[in-house]
């Protein structure tokens, strides 16, 4: 009995060790990830779901004083994806998609990306009620994007030199 839990144990701390040399740190840590985030000054476009990705984005990242710029552009498209015997779409998916050019502080070259989501929403019979589930779908997808976002931002960020090197 001792000796598969000596092993297991020995087993672990093996995983520890040769993921610690193999360079893995956790985006959280410091060192240019996340905490570099909070602050970032985001130019977007102008409508409502640059609003949402925006706005979504800021609490996600926090207060600060972050030196890096980004700018954002997005793209949404819906489609039915169930039709009713009628004829009539009752089911919709919606795709957003952001791309993105982050510029780090210093004298380090922009990082371009894309994040997307799609997310679905019912299109109940009464109008009003459609455009309530679409701009539900829009909240959902735009708090997905800045999530998906924030993760690529720490990640680009991490894999950038040190400002000032070679």
């Given at each position: ?5 000596r092993l ?8 520890l060790?040769s ?5 893995f740190?956790p985006?959280?840590?410091?060192g240019g ?5 909070p602050g970032l ?6 409508d ?8 979504a ?5 926090g ?7 980004l ?18 779409a ?22 371009r990306?894309m994040?997307?989501?799609t997310?679905?929403?019912d ?15 829009e909240?959902r997808?735009?708090?997905?994007i ?7 931002l720490?990640?680009d960020?991490?894999?950038?030199p040190?400002?000032g090197?070679?």
């Open positions: 009995m001792k000796r598969p839990v297991a144990a020995l087993m672990a701390g093996m995983a060790f993921a610690a040399g193999c360079g740190q985006l959280y840590a410091g990830g996340f905490d570099t985030l000054a985001i130019q977007s476009g102008e409502r779901f640059d609003y949402l990705v925006d706005a984005l800021r609490r996600h990242l207060q600060g004083d972050s030196a890096h710029r700018e954002l552009t997005t793209r949404v498209r819906d489609r039915a994806i169930g039709i009713s015997a009628s004829g009539v009752r089911r919709y998916s919606l795709t957003a998609q952001t791309r993105y050019v982050l510029h780090p502080s210093g004298d380090r070259s922009p990082v990306g994040v997307s989501d997310v679905q929403f299109a109940p019979a009464d109008p009003a009620a459609v455009i309530a589930a679409r701009s539900d779908a909240e997808a735009a708090r997905q800045a999530e998906r976002l924030a993760f690529a720490a990640a960020l991490r894999r950038l040190p400002p090197s070679p």
